[in-house]
T-cell receptor, first 109, second 115 residues
């Protein structure tokens, strides 16, 4: 079967760095997405990793290790507007897509 | 053009009634997805279409749930004989091509409440 684990909640301070981890199990893994979802709004795309390594995009970076079934989302220079849920989602070669339950990130001033 | 739209945004119905939820994807997007999202949880996959073909309906909870996309554009998710446990946010998403590599663009959702 397929399974995704990510922490339920995290708290960090404005201006700091936070790393949100995601571990997964699936057959025929293809790629891994990160989405951001503010309360009451629709999820929006942040990043996509298919190869091992780090993908950097401004203040946000995403890392993937296929052999370890592990990814993380790194958020730098945190801003209050980064308070949101962060969803890890994977796809496999059968075109299955599964979302994790999301990590609620609270930013303190 | 515009993003993914869904209607109605809110639907309140009585147990036992049928409901139809509509999704209008981004123009030109081949794939369309339906999800159900409980409060504080991630989206739960229900079904997806490539053009008008329903490629995967493994996530539909039971045979009261059905979906169609007859002309490869607008899609309707129908829930027959609604039950209170069907109350949730139903989200639609679309992507330019298939789910394997493509970004999904989500609609605002339909909040369904079954009394």
């Amino acid at each position: 079967g397929q399974n995704i684990d990510q922490p339920t909640e995290m708290t960090a301070t404005e201006g700091a760095i936070v790393q949100i981890n995601c571990t997964y199990q699936t057959s025929g893994f293809n790629g891994l997405f990160w989405y951001q979802q503010h309360a009451g709004e629709a999820p929006t795309f942040l990043s996509y990793n298919v190869l091992d390594g780090l993908e950097e995009k401004g203040r946000f970076s995403s890392f993937l290790s296929r052999s370890k079934g592990y990814s993380y989302l790194l958020l730098k220079e945190l801003q209050m507007k980064d308070s949101a849920s962060y969803l890890c989602a994977l796809t496999n070669r059968d075109d299955k897509i599964i979302f994790g339950k999301g990590t609620r990130l609270h930013i303190l001033p | 053009g515009a993003g993914v739209s869904q209607s109605p945004r809110y639907k309140v119905t009585k147990r036992g009634q049928d409901v139809a939820l509509r999704c209008d994807p981004i123009s030109g997007h081949v794939s369309l997805y339906w999800y159900r999202q409980a409060l504080g949880q991630g989206p739960e996959f229900l079904t997806y279409f490539n053009y008008e073909a329903q490629q995967d309906k493994s996530g539909l909870p039971n045979d009261r749930f059905s979906a169609e996309r007859p002309e490869g554009s607008i899609s309707t998710l129908t829930i027959q004989r609604t039950e209170q446990r069907d109350s949730a946010m139903y989200r639609c998403a679309s992507s330019l091509s298939g789910p394997r590599t493509d970004t999904q663009y989500f609609g605002p959702g339909t909040r369904l409440t079954v009394l």
